[in-house]
């Protein structure tokens, strides 16, 4: 049985999206037990609504939690938060993995006070599973903002990381690792990124596909992409904008030209089916890699899909054991 | 009479695409005459195809040429190719603006060699002329790719340069500059990034913003967005790859399901008036704002309407005095 502490406070549309959530989820897995973990008159009211089989979950009181706009400092003020007690049943190995949706910035000093770094690991990184172009064919970005800057050590352990990660759980035999960068040439980036460049190709662990521009990070040409937490973010929320935008723009343009309504609402499944594709946050969370424990978080603005796909996430990576061989493979 | 230097060499699609477009751009504007340089058998032959008032131009014959795959050394070696001799005829006040669709590397290194930079500039900044969500609304983003790093005078170069740019060449009254950054708060990003927020925000000749995500590039929310040429290049490329990416989506989803051939040649149009909005390419091309003179780069990959942009572009700037007004206003 696998034990996950779903920290259902915090996020942007309250617990009862995430009671939601794992009602439905839980019908999918027999394997799960989940520890709610947060207010528990709000966990009790949604569980009236969305019921669960009572020897599937048990209920963690918490007295506070960290809201959106906290600070990282909440950490240590607020002991008996949802977060921190999620992380401690993590630490003391009272559950297998812990979710949360709550305050990044937060949940990043979170990990590194209770959980602490594996070995080798200086800074983890954010790691999000990306839809592609190509069909049933995703890939890992990271680091998206657990830290602004990285230096090689981290780079190479990201891709070490994601390496093991990719191989475990999404079952990718031989996969290709490519490092963000603004051009493919070998001579392309900073000097750190052409010192990268030169560590990446020599590891004979890695299988390098070089440098992949940020155009073509959706383009399903390879599994993992290694950057630092600056880029990462930057390059993410330039798609996502990208995406809202043109969705938009051609919606205006068509709805306006040729179609009555009942043809736009016909059209609109087809966006839609679209927008799921591309929207990251309907595809998963996104794992803290390089802490000791499975933490996920799944976006501050999760709705029920999204919380869906955090908890479905996190059960492959322990059903992999992806914690364990990380932490053989990485030395 | 405007002088124009136009370098039809060295970009990817041959000077015949180019002087395609300057026999339809000169018909709109009486006051251009231009300089065409490269060979002079390979523009004579498209001056025959596309016919211009011989009155309206003139060719300097060079020898050769810096192509896509030369270094910034061909500057030094290459005295007599269509760009060094183009960014001379600029230097020597021959002509009040040049253009090339070449290598950008050679074109950043000739503009440094040749035409130097402005009193204040150490480093200059390529600026693409972005069009966003607003109907009727464009966006400068600088630095996106001229140089990799920036510092803070660097980035104030640029904030100053480009509210002059839009006020005398867009028009806008009192222009909006935001910094580029991976959050919106004051406290978000590098270390840089938080003393360049202070500077911004303390200069009393910047209207400013605040920090602006990458998500909001084309939102249309500001008239000019600073950052350094690595972040502006990423960010630019992740906004041309997820179109790309979604158009071809949404045209195979939208074409599978519902329509016939024929509803999907008018579907073409639509798409196609989505592409155009906001291929950049289609708009314009990038001014290298810090060199001394009106320097322009179309897109290694410009077509006719391409080159025309860049044309009309260069216009606008000859025509406003933007570089004097520089000149002037950043000391």
Not at 44 to 63: A, H, M, V
Not at 228 to 252: C, P, R, V
Request: hydrophobic fraction near 40%.
């Amino acid at each position: 049985m696998y034990k996950v502490a779903f920290d259902v406070m915090g996020a942007d549309n309250g617990s009862l999206v995430a009671v939601e959530a794992a009602s439905k989820f839980i019908k999918t897995r027999k394997d799960l037990y989940l520890v709610f973990v947060g207010n528990k008159n709000e966990i009790e009211s949604g569980l009236k609504k969305f019921s669960i089989d009572e020897s599937r979950y048990e209920i963690l009181e918490t007295s506070e939690f960290i809201d959106m706009n906290g600070s990282i400092m909440d950490i240590r003020r607020k002991r008996d938060s949802s977060m921190v007690r999620s992380l401690e049943l993590l630490k003391d190995k009272k559950v297998d993995a812990m979710i949360t949706g709550g305050n990044s910035a937060a949940f990043i000093a979170g990990s590194h006070f209770i959980l602490g770094e594996l070995p080798g690991i200086a800074r983890p990184g954010f790691m999000p599973t990306l839809p592609t172009a190509v069909d049933n064919k995703l890939t890992l970005l990271l680091d998206v903002g657990a830290n602004l800057e990285a230096d090689i050590e981290d780079i190479i352990g990201y891709a070490k990381m994601a390496n093991i990660y990719s191989k475990s759980v999404l079952k990718v035999k031989n996969p290709v690792i490519a490092q963000l960068n603004i051009g493919e040439e070998k001579s392309k980036g900073t000097l750190l990124q052409k010192e990268i460049y030169k560590e990446l190709e020599a590891n004979e662990e890695i299988n390098f596909f070089g440098n992949l521009e940020a155009r073509d990070i959706l383009a399903g040409k390879v599994d993992i992409i290694v950057t630092d937490g600056y880029t990462g973010n930057m390059s993410l929320k330039a798609f996502e904008g990208a995406s809202k935008i043109l969705m938009n723009e051609i919606k205006a343009q068509l709805y306006k030209t040729i179609f009555t309504k009942l043809k736009a609402l016909t059209l609109k499944k087809s966006f839609n089916n679209v927008s799921k594709k591309f929207d990251y946050k309907n595809h998963s969370g996104a794992i803290l890699l390089g802490v000791d424990g499975i933490a996920f978080k799944a976006h501050g603005s999760s709705d029920v899909k999204s919380f869906e796909a955090t908890l479905r996430m996190t059960c492959n990576a322990i059903e992999n054991d992806v914690l364990n061989k990380i932490k053989k493979g990485i030395n």
